[in-house]
């Protein structure tokens, strides 16, 4: 199977992220009215259906299950900076996505903060900073410490509705109650394996904690003890994928290994391979979108050695930075050049290649599709580092609803919560829908 090696050359500042965490707590609806202050103690059912609500079986993280999916969602469809704007924060700069958890949204800064804010008016609630400095003492935090020139909170944040976990590239993981308790944070001496910078989010799987720092680890999510290390499963861009093999969970990392959860060993090897972008795992389906495409099967039982069967393979012309969206028997997806195409679920054919127009001529030089796709209610969002968003409906024909821009731009990836959108634009997060 073909592989892609990592550039060599220098790449700019807005590398892509993988970016994506998930609305998944919902609004309450008489905070969604502005009836409750930022900060309130939750009540009310959430907004939009059940499966949004963030527990520790169904975890809020980068594009909440990867998926980039939110049924329940009603965003508006057209929006600027004067138009349809709710609030915006100055949170600071940063290529992470927000997540949000009940009446609160969640969002890493450089160089290694992590903010909560009210979601009815963006009010700040608490921040937290990781340094060296207020990590335990102990030889743990004798060893060499940098930080990355390309940013060290791209990996966004995961929770299961009580807590919140923080990723900073620098090798720090702390744990928090959504209220701002501090509940543990470390630093792990481990070997990045990636040029530019640690971009992969935390993956919350029951009572453990998966986090690529180079080597695939795995940690008690309440306390923070190192369970176990893959050295093997090496680190990419992307986020690795949960997934089950009958009653069994794993890992699915984006260079294609399949790692046991309960104790870290590699079940198989070479699946697939992306670069920048992550796995979808639909059943018992796996799928590698990048140049390189591979559809792959997983077994229905799981050994210490598994065979899994490829399903199609093709190839796609450009460099992916955002991850995909599978939908029905569709696989939409789109280049750094805002390439979109459509790919048969099942073969791998291209049933639609279009050049996407995100913003006028004037206003595009220079601006990359880094933000992964979301599929949020009916429509596909599509959004580049400069501010620009269009909608399509996910079909074969590529039929486009207009562009939308905020200021400033951003590499990260929207999130999306009943009739809200949340999304970076420059130093600020915007809230973005209806009252």
């Known amino acids: 199977m073909r592989t892609r090696s990592e550039p060599q050359t220098p790449m700019a500042r807005f590398l892509k992220p993988l970016l994506m965490a998930v609305c998944a707590g919902g609004l309450a609806g008489a905070a969604e009215r502005g009836a409750l202050a930022d900060g ?74 992590l903010l909560c804010l009210g979601t009815a008016a963006g009010k700040e609630l608490w921040r937290k900073t990781h340094t060296f400095a207020n990590q335990p003492a102990g030889p743990a935090v004798k060893g060499p410490k940098r930080s990355s020139e390309y940013g060290d909170t791209t990996p966004t944040p995961v929770s299961d509705g009580q807590r919140v976990w923080v990723f900073i590239g620098t090798g720090i993981v702390a744990c928090y109650d959504v209220d701002g308790t501090h509940r543990w944070s470390n630093w792990y001496d481990l070997r990045q394996s990636t040029s530019y910078g640690r971009t992969a989010s935390p993956v919350l799987i029951g009572d453990r904690l998966l986090v690529h720092f180079g080597p695939l680890v795995c940690l008690d999510a309440s306390t923070g003890k190192l369970l176990w290390k893959n050295e093997t499963a090496k680190a990419s861009y992307g986020t690795p994928a949960p997934a089950r093999i009958g009653k069994v969970d794993v890992v699915i990392t984006p260079k294609g290994q399949v790692v046991r959860l309960a104790d870290g060993k590699t079940l198989a090897t070479d699946l697939g391979n992306c670069m920048y972008t992550s796995p979808i795992v639909r059943g018992n389906t796996v799928y590698f979108i990048d140049g390189d495409m591979v559809a792959v099967r997983l077994p229905e039982k799981a050994g210490d050695q598994i065979q899994c069967k490829e399903l199609w393979s093709a190839d796609l012309a450009g460099d992916f930075y955002a991850s995909p969206v599978v939908h029905g028997a569709r696989i939409y997806t789109v280049d750094k050049a805002a390439k979109y195409y459509v790919i048969d679920a099942d073969t791998g054919k291209t049933l639609l290649r279009q050049q996407l127009e995100l ?60 009739k809200r959108m949340f999304i970076r634009g420059g130093k600020f997060l915007y809230c973005v829908g209806e009252q």
């Open 40 to 113: 309130a103690p939750q009540s009310g059912p959430p907004l939009g259906s059940a499966d949004l609500k963030p527990s520790i079986e169904r975890p809020a993280g980068w594009r909440g299950d990867g998926s980039g999916h939110y049924p329940s969602a009603v965003p508006v469809t057209q929006w600027s900076a004067t138009e349809h704007v709710l609030w915006k924060s100055d949170v600071g700069a940063g290529h992470s996505s927000p997540i949000v958890v009940g009446q609160r949204v969640f969002i890493t800064a450089e160089p290694d903060l």
């Open 359 to 418: 913003a006028p001529p004037a206003r595009r030089d220079g601006a990359n599709v880094y933000p992964s796709l979301c599929l949020a209610g009916k429509h596909l969002f599509v959004s580049d580092d400069a501010g620009n968003t269009v909608l399509l409906e996910p079909d074969e024909h590529g039929t486009m609803f207009g562009a939308n821009n905020l200021p400033g731009g951003s590499g990260g990836t929207p999130t999306f919560c009943g």
